[in-house]
């Protein structure tokens, strides 16, 4: 903890082009959250951490994304993109106002932990003017490079404009920094654009703090956690870190993953006790799991609270808006989506249960559907406590079944149903005595058996 001040830049501004989407970059979603919003978690929360995100000219969406996770972050559009510290400079606004630690951090960074950035800012505390991440990367080509005396700094030489001697150091700048944030406008104001691209470079910033006097230090982690994204397979390969992440952080935390390598997770994913989770099942955002619930294999859950001791799957797909009760079951085949399901609450079987109440212990039996779509409108299903919905049965909603009421197999249900009645629409059965043995005999007489 720190008693310290912040302002963390986020840098988002740029097109991503290489992602070769529509979408823009930072929004592109990893352990079901996008770049960015894996950046604004990271970075510094509460009382005395201000936060701002420069975006491009034309991202209504990035700014759309920010102001939904962090509402009181404050965006700012850089509308030439004439390089990394012009960038930081589009929120001049808010780093004139001085906050004891500047932080600068690019939104395509997403596996960058929080406890880092605690790391990163502890120099500054001692008297340090600037602190820059580094790692050492199995490829250097591309990055800056950090020109390091021991712990000291002396320069960051972009690989463009770098010697072949400088290009064989393997440290290189990840581009998070941390800026005594009273020192950091004078810094980043005297950065030029004199190198092989003509852009503002913010790693120029280390020449410059020398320049003054003042200290620059590199403080290192792991080339896993900078990755930065440009690619799609770059994206796979954060993916595919931050769920390891997530598997472990779940292993850690007491659930029973069979196979772990085969379970999806979301990064706001939350467990009870005692959760066990069979192969093959993903779990996207706002996912919740109570004590004692299993997942069985080859479940979708997205924006689901499962309630205590409940049990899903194999093969269900719990939609968003699912919210199961204490001891309840989906089972294999069913669907459900902005559903309560209460306690005690079955369905087993090849089912799908949307817009719907379902109240405690009741029991809907197999190919039970809610018709909650007319081509134009949704419609809502209540059921009530201790109901039983026989199979293949068909719930035309709006439609509500009373407590303990009962619906014969098979029906069409369009009215409303009384507590403890018994609804059976289908036509009457129809025993012909004989029938079958007359029909057998009747269709013998016109065929000859065939001969073998
Ligand atoms: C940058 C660093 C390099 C470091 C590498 C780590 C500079 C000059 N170089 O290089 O030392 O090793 O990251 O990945 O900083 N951005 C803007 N506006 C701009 C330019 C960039 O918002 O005008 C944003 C981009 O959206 C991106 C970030 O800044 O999020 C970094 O820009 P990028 O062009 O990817 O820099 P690199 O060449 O990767
Ligand atoms: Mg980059």
């Given amino acids: 903890m720190t008693d310290r001040s912040s302002l963390t830049v986020v840098l988002a501004a740029g097109e991503g082009t290489r992602m070769r989407s529509a979408l823009p970059k930072v929004l592109h979603p990893v352990a079901g959250q996008s770049l960015l919003s894996h950046v604004l978690d990271a970075a510094p929360q509460g009382a005395g951490a201000a936060l701002a995100v420069v975006v ?22 850089q509308r030439e993109r004439l390089g990394t510290a012009h960038a930081v400079l589009a929120a001049r606004e808010a780093i004139a106002r001085g906050a004891d630690d500047l932080l600068v951090v690019f939104g395509d960074t997403p596996l960058i932990s929080a406890a880092t950035f605690a790391r990163l800012r502890a120099p500054l505390k001692n008297g340090a003017a600037l602190a820059v991440l580094g790692f050492r990367a199995a490829d250097p080509t591309g990055y800056g490079r950090l020109l390091a005396e021991g712990d000291h700094l002396v320069a960051i030489r972009e690989h463009a404009d770098a010697t072949p001697e400088e290009r064989k150091v393997t440290l290189c700048n990840a581009g998070v920094m941390a800026f005594d944030g009273r020192k950091a406008l004078q810094i980043i104001d005297k950065i030029g654009s004199a190198n092989s691209k003509g852009e503002y470079y913010l790693p120029d910033a280390v ?37 390891a992440r997530l598997r472990k952080a779940a292993l850690d935390a007491g659930v029973t993953l069979i196979a772990p390598e085969t379970v999806y997770l979301a990064a ?70 902005a559903a309560t399901l209460e306690a005690g609450v079955k369905v087993n079987h090849l089912s799908y249960v949307g817009d719907a109440h379902v109240g405690a212990n009741s029991n809907l039996g197999a190919g039970t559907i809610t018709c909650n779509y007319d081509g134009f409108s949704k419609h809502r299903t209540i059921i009530g406590e201790g109901a039983f919905v026989g199979t293949n049965s068909s719930l035309v909603a709006p439609v509500k079944i009373g407590n303990g009421a009962y619906i014969g197999s098979g029906s069409v249900i369009t009215k409303d149903v009384p507590d403890d009645a018994m609804a059976v629409e289908r036509s009457p059965q129809n025993n012909r005595e004989g029938g079958a043995k007359r029909y057998r005999e009747m269709k013998m007489r016109g065929k000859k058996p065939k001969e073998s």
């Fill in 207 to 243: 020449g410059i703090v020398r320049d003054f006097g003042w200290e620059a230090v590199v403080i290192e982690t792991s080339e896993d956690e900078v990755r930065g994204i440009n690619t799609k397979a770059q994206l796979a390969e954060a993916e595919a870190v931050m769920q």
């Fill in 268 to 337: 706001d994913t939350t467990f009870g006790s005692d959760v066990t989770i069979e192969p093959f099942v993903v779990i996207g955002p706002g996912v919740s799991i109570a004590d004692g619930a299993v997942i069985h294999s080859f479940s979708h859950i997205v924006q689901a609270s499962i309630g205590k001791k409940a049990s899903v799957g194999p093969y269900a797909r719990l939609r968003p808006g699912t919210s199961l009760g204490e001891g309840s079951r989906v089972g294999n085949f069913v669907e459900t989506k």
């Fill in 56 to 77: 491009g000219p034309d991202h209504k969406a990035v700014a759309d994304e920010v102001a939904r996770v962090r509402p009181d972050a404050k965006t700012f559009i």
